[in-house]
């Protein structure tokens, strides 16, 4: 039996509280909500937040949503400040102030994780210390208005990768940021999506337990910056999962393997359930030059290739051919 | 502290910048132009829309679900969501 029982947690008022300032429909409150229903023990958790949208939407003076201690510092440095918070609490216990160090979980978005906190949070894993990293994707530099980050996918609409005559949007594609940690070799690994909270919430309650560094990719959509009407992002974040743009899979520090998960296994298993990446993409304003005036078949056939080559790399890692 | 705040010297403010309010003293319901009405009589009690509600706004108390509208900014997931489309969006007056 999974620890997850429906009716029971829906009693309880979530961590990540309501009256925050996230936008109607944000990803960010649902993975926000999923992974503070996942602490084992709510008396004992500290939540460090780099820089971004949420961190922001959360937390505006004098105001915050998070019913439990929480830290921010700077955009770069999320990584390094929940290094200090382990270690400030391991001497506290070693001088007896307290009993036991709390969970830490760190929420950054993909600018604050991808792009400038890479180096403290590479450096943090290296050095071992015990936290859950929740990278929180929205693919762009969101809280500053729609920037291109090093997770904005390929073709993509932003506001420093624009559409005209000259680009089709960004011409580079995203960082594959879950595998660079996953190289680490000694961090549990997992990506995951909203939309299959079950899921989610397993892959948080495991990196919370594991007795070291731990790193969450989640998709989160965004309806501001995607372009979509905020009662889609649910939709959104599954057919990321049913394209295979964003495959579900862990990584096993202990024995260095890959694993694809329930929704992606299945895939692998009846390649027919893959659904082409139209479908992902048409839901979505920041693609929509890619369908009008006329139909862009030359750039969604690149798009199908990159999503193609990353699935069969996945499917290599994981042993599956 | 809200009379300490009226009017605020740079003495008052919190060193570090520690928020020191509830959000939830801080009502983000009058965002919606859309409300969401849960017809009860169609409602498994599933508690998908409370899965998905990105502002804790879908309230289970063990019998029945209903929607915290003070917090409810009308995204409208939760109405997107319902296996048996038993909540509708209604536009607010
Ligand atoms: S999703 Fe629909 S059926 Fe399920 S609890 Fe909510 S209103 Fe009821
Ligand atoms: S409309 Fe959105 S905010 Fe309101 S209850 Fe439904 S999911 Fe929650």
């Given at each position: 039996?999974?620890?997850?029982?429906?009716?029971?947690?829906?009693?309880?008022?979530?961590?990540?509280?309501?009256?925050?300032?996230?936008?109607?429909?944000?990803?960010?409150?649902?993975?926000?909500?999923?992974?503070?229903?996942?602490?084992?023990?709510?008396?004992?958790?500290?939540?460090?937040?780099?820089?971004?949208?949420?961190?922001?939407?959360?937390?505006?003076?004098?105001?915050?949503?998070?019913?439990?201690?929480?830290?921010?510092?700077?955009?770069?440095?999320?990584?390094?400040?929940?290094?200090?918070?382990?270690?400030?609490?391991?001497?506290?216990?070693?001088?007896?102030?307290?009993?036991?160090?709390?969970?830490?979980?760190?929420?950054?978005?993909?600018?604050?994780?991808?792009?400038?906190?890479?180096?403290?949070?590479?450096?943090?894993?290296?050095?071992?210390?015990?936290?859950?990293?929740?990278?929180?994707?929205?693919?762009?530099?969101?809280n500053t208005g729609i920037?291109?980050?090093?997770?904005?996918?390929?073709?993509?609409?932003?506001?420093?990768?624009?559409?005209?005559?000259?680009?089709?949007?960004?011409?580079?594609?995203?960082?594959?940021?879950?595998?660079?940690?996953?190289?680490?070799?000694?961090?549990?690994?997992?990506?995951?999506?909203?939309?299959?909270?079950?899921?989610?919430?397993?892959?948080?309650?495991?990196?919370?337990?594991?007795?070291?560094p731990a790193f969450i990719?989640?998709i989160s959509p965004c309806?501001?910056?995607?372009?979509?009407?905020?009662?889609?992002?649910?939709?959104?974040?599954?057919?990321?999962?049913?394209?295979?743009?964003?495959?579900?899979?862990?990584?096993?520090?202990?024995?260095?393997?890959?694993?694809?998960?329930?929704?992606?296994?299945?895939?692998?298993?009846?390649?027919?359930?893959?659904?082409?990446?139209?479908?992902?993409?048409?839901?979505?304003?920041?693609?929509?030059?890619?369908?009008?005036?006329?139909?862009?078949?030359?750039?969604?056939?690149?798009?199908?290739?990159?999503?193609?080559?990353?699935?069969?790399?996945?499917?290599?890692?994981?042993?599956?051919? | 502290?809200?009379?300490?705040?009226?009017?605020?010297?740079?003495?008052?403010?919190?060193?570090?910048?520690?928020?020191?309010?509830?959000?939830?003293?801080?009502?983000?319901?009058?965002?919606?132009?859309?409300?969401?009405?849960?017809?009860?009589?169609?409602?498994?009690?599933?508690?998908?829309?409370?899965?998905?509600?990105?502002?804790?706004?879908?309230?289970?108390?063990?019998?029945?679900?209903?929607?915290?509208?003070?917090?409810?900014?009308?995204?409208?997931?939760?109405?997107?969501?319902?296996?048996?489309?038993?909540?509708?969006?209604?536009?607010?007056?």
């Amino acid at each position: 039996m999974s620890w997850i029982n429906l009716r029971e947690l829906a009693k309880k008022r979530s961590l990540f509280t309501s009256g925050h300032r996230l936008c109607a429909g944000c990803a960010a409150g649902i993975i926000g909500r999923l992974v503070m229903h996942s602490v084992p023990d709510p008396k004992h958790v500290v939540v460090v937040h780099a820089t971004g949208c949420w961190e922001v939407a959360g937390t505006i003076f004098p105001y915050t949503a998070w019913a439990v201690p929480w830290i921010h510092n700077a955009f770069e440095n999320a990584a390094a400040t929940a290094s200090g918070v382990e270690l400030a609490f391991k001497a506290l216990k070693d001088k007896g102030v307290v009993k036991k160090v709390p969970d830490i979980i760190v929420f950054g978005g993909d600018g604050g994780t991808v792009d400038i906190g890479l180096q403290s949070l590479s450096g943090a894993i290296e050095r071992g210390h015990n936290f859950l990293y929740v990278l929180y994707d929205n693919n762009a530099y969101m809280n500053t208005g729609i920037q291109r980050s090093g997770a904005t996918p390929r073709y993509a609409w932003t506001t420093t990768s624009q559409v005209g005559k000259v680009i089709p949007g960004k011409l580079e594609a995203r960082k594959p940021i879950a595998n660079i940690i996953a190289a680490h070799g000694n961090a549990y690994v997992a990506t995951a999506s909203p939309a299959y909270w079950r899921d989610l919430m397993e892959k948080a309650r495991k990196g919370i337990e594991y007795k070291g560094p731990a790193f969450i990719h989640a998709i989160s959509p965004c309806c501001r910056g995607w372009r979509f009407p905020p009662n889609m992002t649910i939709r959104v974040a599954k057919l990321a999962v049913e394209t295979c743009a964003f495959p579900l899979w862990e990584y096993d520090p202990e024995t260095r393997e890959y694993k694809l998960s329930p929704p992606s296994l299945a895939i692998a298993k009846n390649p027919k359930l893959k659904k082409p990446i139209e479908e992902y993409l048409k839901l979505q304003g920041r693609f929509a030059h890619l369908f009008k005036p006329e139909k862009r078949e030359d750039l969604i056939a690149r798009i199908q290739e990159d999503v193609d080559k990353e699935w069969n790399q996945l499917l290599e890692l994981c042993g599956i051919t | 502290m809200s009379e300490d705040l009226a009017k605020p010297g740079w003495k008052q403010i919190p060193i570090a910048g520690v928020p020191f309010k509830k959000a939830t003293e801080y009502h983000t319901g009058d965002w919606r132009t859309f409300k969401p009405v849960i017809d009860q009589s169609k409602c498994t009690k599933c508690l998908t829309c409370w899965i998905f509600c990105p502002d804790d706004s879908i309230v289970w108390d063990g019998n029945t679900v209903q929607v915290d509208y003070r917090y409810c900014k009308g995204c409208g997931i939760c109405a997107e969501m319902c296996p048996v489309k038993a909540i509708t969006m209604v536009k607010e007056e």
